[in-house]
């Protein structure tokens, strides 16, 4: 059964930016912390950016602050993750995530998980 769907990825060259989406058709992202996580080829997967539902709890990695934004529309049951200023070290898998439960770092404390879209970006 597939809970979280992201959308949004996809070819970019360095400099550029996109908008990653994630939507439940459930109550997921209006009940819980909803984050990204990410994984590039060969490596495993890094935390993103995390949203607790207001604006004290969001929390980005030292990596893409400044760059990513991360927001949530509950009304929709969507979150977003906005990427701007793109560098080739961000091309991965990104995944959609919900309710941790511990460290909102470790991928191992997420419940909920998507299936994933492909960012590439070009240089």
């Known amino acids: 059964q597939v809970i979280l769907v992201e959308s949004g990825g996809g070819l970019v060259q360095a400099g550029g930016s996109l908008r990653l989406s994630c939507a439940d058709s459930?109550?997921?992202?209006?009940?819980?912390?909803v984050g990204w996580f990410r994984q590039a080829p060969g490596k495993g997967r890094e935390f993103v950016a995390v949203h607790g539902g207001n604006a004290a709890a969001i929390f980005y990695a030292d990596s893409v602050k400044g760059r990513f934004t991360i927001s949530r529309d509950s009304t929709k049951n969507t979150v977003y993750l906005q990427m701007n200023g793109l560098k080739p070290e961000d091309t991965a898998v990104y995944y959609c995530?919900?309710?941790?439960?511990?460290?909102?770092?470790?991928?191992?404390?997420?419940?909920?998980w998507g299936q994933g879209t492909q960012v590439t970006v070009s240089s």
């Open positions: 995530v919900a309710d941790p439960d511990g460290d909102y770092t470790r991928a191992e404390d997420y419940k909920f």
């Open positions: 459930g109550r997921i992202i209006r009940t819980y912390p």
